[in-house]
């Protein structure tokens, strides 16, 4: 029996775009987040709030040209993230306390929906590893926003931007170094 290559496309083209504009999305409010802690909580609602939003409709959108066996994860997660940025625009009468318990729900979904796409793309993705750890930095951050709900609004806001530049940073890079995996079935 002959072997015959198969390309999977898992970060090339359009999705690696996809994944570059999330990562300096989430470079960009994580400074404007970090060199601002004293903002007020109704630009911080916005700014989470449009972040969570473009990064749901961006997940969503990367799943009509990806090809991965469970793109579903990715698709899910970004629904589940344009919800949550509607709710954090919209929801009348949030509290701080209730945005960290959405920013730390988004975080753990997000993470998790990372972290079980990196291991399916693992055979055919050579920076899986960098998704896998992107997830677990998610879920990390996201346990620390549900154990300390209480934290102050500008630890809040210090803690939200620092992620956000290193989830960026780590975006970014994911995107310059995937690559397309020939295989052989």
């Known amino acids: 029996m002959g072997s015959v290559g198969t390309s999977v496309a898992i970060f090339t083209g359009p999705n690696r775009m996809a994944l570059a504009v999330q990562g300096i ?7 404007i987040i970090a060199l601002y802690p004293s ?3 109704a630009i911080l609602r916005l700014v989470v709030g449009l972040f969570v939003l473009i990064w749901g409709i961006l997940a969503v959108a990367r799943t009509f040209t ?8 990715i698709f899910i997660g970004g629904i589940i993230a344009i919800i ?11 509290t701080e306390t209730l945005v960290a318990y959405l920013i730390a729900a988004w975080a753990i979904i997000w993470g998790i929906v990372q972290i079980v796409h990196s291991f399916d793309a693992r055979k055919v993705v050579a920076t899986w590893l960098v998704g896998a750890i992107i997830g677990i930095i ?10 300390w709900p209480g934290l102050t609004l500008m ?3 210090s803690l939200i931007g620092i992620y956000l530049v290193f989830f960026g940073i780590l975006e970014i890079i994911w995107a310059l170094v995937s690559t397309e995996v020939t295989r052989t079935a």
């Open 84 to 94: 949550l940025g509607l709710i954090i625009l919209f929801a009348s009468g949030i």
């Open 155 to 157: 630890a809040i806001i």
């Open 138 to 147: 998610s879920v990390i951050f996201g346990i620390v926003l549900v154990i």
């Open 25 to 31: 999305l989430a470079i960009i409010f994580g400074i």
């Open 39 to 41: 903002i007020t909580f």
């Open 66 to 73: 990806q090809k991965p066996a469970n793109r579903w994860t």
